[in-house]
């Protein structure tokens, strides 16, 4: 049974550029969470969706970040025009929808974006 | 608001010997879940071990176990035998549900001493 998996690990843009941060939770999980994890930091929440749907996106900057979990395919954190802040390490974790287990997250090896 | 303290930026300990790592927390809920997620160099978040708040018996797997004092809002992991491949950053979380989000601490970083 194959984890939460992130693409890409590493990923460098220079200011302004978009970067594309995929997603594909656990087998069996339809529920998706994103945080952000900056130098020296804990993590911190960013969005949590459920198919088709954002639950929840109270940690998510207003302007340039959006995220998505369309019916098929992986879950995209989207940031346009980065800047230098927007550095750090973004992960995505995943839960079942219900039943025992439903409270633990489990973590994807994380997306370290870099921006020039 | 929900907060999690781990005032302990770094530990270390001798191989085969045993640390605790400290977290307190501050909820006004009365069910919730409380974790430990271990993150070595490679970054990789790792559930450790888990608790539930209504659960008085703390939860132990293998080497690793927690005190947990929901009245005095302390969940401490203690790691037995620590072995080299224990060193890594150590974050204590908290989850309330149905809120969707988990709350982490600023982690502690654990060296352990050949």
């Known amino acids: 049974n194959a984890g939460v998996m992130q693409n890409p690990r590493h990923l460098v843009r220079r200011r302004g550029q978009e970067a594309r941060l995929r997603c594909s939770p656990m087998?069996?999980?339809?529920?998706v969470y994103w945080y952000r994890q900056l130098p020296e930091e804990g993590l911190k929440f960013m969005v949590y969706l459920q198919k088709e749907n954002i639950i929840d996106e109270s940690g998510m900057p207003k302007e340039r970040f959006s995220a998505e979990f369309p019916k098929e395919g992986p879950s995209i954190l989207r940031i346009q025009q980065v800047v230098r802040g927007d550095s750090a390490a973004y992960f995505c974790?995943?839960?079942?929808?219900f039943g025992r287990g439903q409270e633990t997250q489990y973590f994807g090896p994380g997306t370290r974006l870099l921006v020039l | 608001a929900q907060t999690v303290t781990q005032s302990q930026p770094e530990m270390s300990v001798q191989e085969a010997e045993t640390v605790t790592l400290s977290c307190t927390y501050d909820?006004?809920?009365?069910?919730?879940?409380l974790f430990w997620y271990k993150q070595p160099p490679s970054r990789q978040m790792i559930l450790v071990i888990r608790?539930?708040?209504?659960?008085?018996q703390n939860a132990t797997e293998n080497r690793f176990s927690v005190n947990f004092q929901k009245a005095a809002k302390s969940f401490s992991l203690k790691i037995s035998d620590s072995q080299l491949g224990d060193a890594a950053m150590y974050f204590c979380a908290y989850r309330w549900l149905p809120g969707n989000q988990f709350y982490f601490g600023t982690g502690t970083s654990l060296t352990v001493i050949p």
């Open positions: 974790a995943s839960s079942p929808p």
């Open positions: 909820t006004s809920e009365s069910d919730y879940y």
């Open positions: 087998k069996g999980h339809s529920h």
């Open positions: 608790q539930e708040a209504y659960k008085q």
